[in-house]
């Protein structure tokens, strides 16, 4: 199976400064179609999860344009611009290339 | 508003079986493909199944094949997960995700508490 492995495990961050957050694979994850099929999600605390980015950059609908993701093969990041106390809380990547579906182990957000 | 609504969770002993329910509304829902994931005690997020809208693929994960049974009753806006032979391992909030599985889950519910336990 694929492994995919997040760092670091907890980003303490300062309000209006910028994060990054790691994902990396263990295999490619670019598949047959062509497409890269990486994903990021949020879960703050005590709520369900939420998308944020598919196949490596799209942002969802109503996400806010200070995250942004990239990356390609078997390394990608997902990028606060100016981090807000909203987005205090543990973010996924997720990978859709291989079976099984897999998340990464997930990278606590705290403010300092 | 979209929304997802778990039902069917609870406490059961090892062995045991349980039916797992979400009801849909404010999407399409015969033409969405469904999803359960799953996230044990303060762990990370685990897909469990997925389903095709039409019903005609499921995929699982090997932990959970041959126990786990997706399906959906596109009438009635429904998605189920049959869980049989539980193991302290299943004990997770259960989340109904709605979602073409490769590119991720867009929608999800508020989850429902499986315990597994004597």
């Known amino acids: 199976d694929v492994v995919m492995t997040q760092s670091p495990l907890s980003l303490p961050v300062t309000l209006g400064q910028p994060a990054s957050i790691s994902c990396r694979s263990s295999q490619s994850l670019v598949y047959s179609d062509g497409n890269t099929y990486l994903n990021w999600f949020q879960q703050r605390p005590g709520q369900s999860p939420r998308r944020l980015i598919y196949?490596?950059?799209k942002r969802d609908s109503g996400v806010p344009d200070r995250f942004s993701g990239s990356g390609s093969g078997t390394d990608f990041t997902l990028r606060i611009s100016r981090v807000e106390a909203e987005d205090v809380g543990i973010y996924y990547c997720m990978q859709g290339t291989h079976w099984p579906l897999l998340f990464g182990g997930g990278t606590k957000v705290e403010i300092k | 508003e979209v929304q997802l609504v778990e039902s069917g969770g609870g406490l059961v002993q090892p062995g045991g079986s349980l039916r797992l329910s979400c009801e849909v509304s404010?999407?399409?829902?015969?033409?969405?493909?469904m999803n359960w994931v799953r996230q044990g005690p303060e762990k990370a997020l685990e897909w469990v199944a997925s389903i095709k809208p039409d019903g005609s693929e499921r995929y699982y994960v090997d932990s959970v094949k041959g126990r786990f049974t997706i399906s959906r009753d596109n009438a009635k806006n429904s998605l189920y997960l049959d869980m049989n032979s539980l193991r302290g391992e299943d004990t997770a909030l259960y989340y109904c995700?709605?979602?073409?599985?490769?590119?991720?889950?867009?929608?999800w519910g508020q989850g429902t508490l499986v315990t597994v336990s004597a």
């Open positions: 995700a709605r979602g073409w599985l490769r590119a991720g889950f867009d929608q």
């Open positions: 404010g999407l399409t829902f015969s033409t969405s493909w």
């Open positions: 196949m490596v950059s």
